[in-house]
């Protein structure tokens, strides 16, 4: 068992949207990501989506609202809510989902990352 230093896995990677591996948690993956822009709507069928953002500012547009995730705040997607996470600066955000979880749900795109990166 260690610790893990956010910051300084945060620093190992500059790509945005492609989550990597920090961790593993029983059958759940701990991810980062950096996120700048906007993602695609999508939703996951079978899992929820925890976004706990590190650094930054995130907005997760909902169908029927939106949501302002601030730094040092966290929020969970309920499985099968279509959502659509915005950056208009770069965030840095810390994720734990199944390992099963693909980062675009439903949808299957160029932003798509069928293989993880450990880091």
């Excluded at 059958?27 to 993602?39: N, R, T």
């Excluded at 939703?43 to 730094?71: P, Q, S």
């Amino acid at each position: 068992m260690q610790s893990v230093n956010l910051a300084q896995k945060f620093a190992l990677f500059d790509d945005y949207w492609s989550p990597k591996i920090a961790g593993e948690l029983n059958d759940s993956y701990v991810k980062l990501v950096k996120l700048k822009g906007e993602f695609v709507w999508h939703h996951h069928e079978r899992e929820d989506e925890l976004f706990l953002v590190v650094k930054g500012r995130l907005l997760l547009r909902l169908r029927n609202r939106e949501v302002w995730v601030n730094e040092g705040e966290f929020a969970i997607v309920p499985k099968g809510v279509e959502h659509l996470p915005v950056a208009r600066d770069e965030v840095h955000v810390l994720l734990i989902e199944p390992k099963s979880t693909l980062n675009t749900g439903n949808v299957r795109n160029e932003r798509t990352v069928e293989e993880l990166d450990t880091i």
